[in-house]
């Protein structure tokens, strides 16, 4: 089993910026690959960045492109989304995810984002 523990949410201005951590822990060589996903009141979880876990190929949503990046501490099992220019659509619960296979089957707590206008 894989444990996935994130942090780094909270209450930022629009135009600003946050770090997300995820860190991994337990069967971490099972990982093939590591997602952020968000979900806003009222709506359904939706995609956000994805990395796989050993070639390091990335994906993100069209919404996040070029102002988000994911990225990978090796050494302490951990992930990141680095998010800049916030915007008050992205005010979100962000979960990260792993996978296995194809589907994301390890999930954490989520960590709150808010984004004030």
């Known amino acids: 089993q894989v444990q996935l523990v994130e942090s780094g949410g909270g209450l930022v201005q629009a135009g600003g910026s946050l770090r997300l951590s995820c860190a991994a822990s337990?069967?971490?060589?099972?990982?093939?690959?590591v997602g952020w996903f968000r979900q806003a009141p009222g709506k359904e979880r939706e995609f956000v960045a994805a990395?796989?876990?050993?070639?390091?190929?990335?994906r993100y949503a069209d919404s996040v492109k070029g102002r988000f990046t994911i990225s990978k501490d090796n050494a302490k099992n951990t992930v990141y989304l680095q998010m800049n220019s916030l915007k008050p659509e992205d005010t979100a619960v962000y979960y990260c995810?792993?996978?296995?296979?194809?589907?994301?089957?390890?999930w954490g707590q989520g960590t709150q984002v808010t984004v004030s206008s």
């Open positions: 995810a792993s996978r296995r296979g194809y589907a994301y089957d390890s």
């Open positions: 337990g069967r971490t060589y099972s990982i093939a690959g």
């Open positions: 990395r796989d876990w050993s070639s390091g190929n990335t």
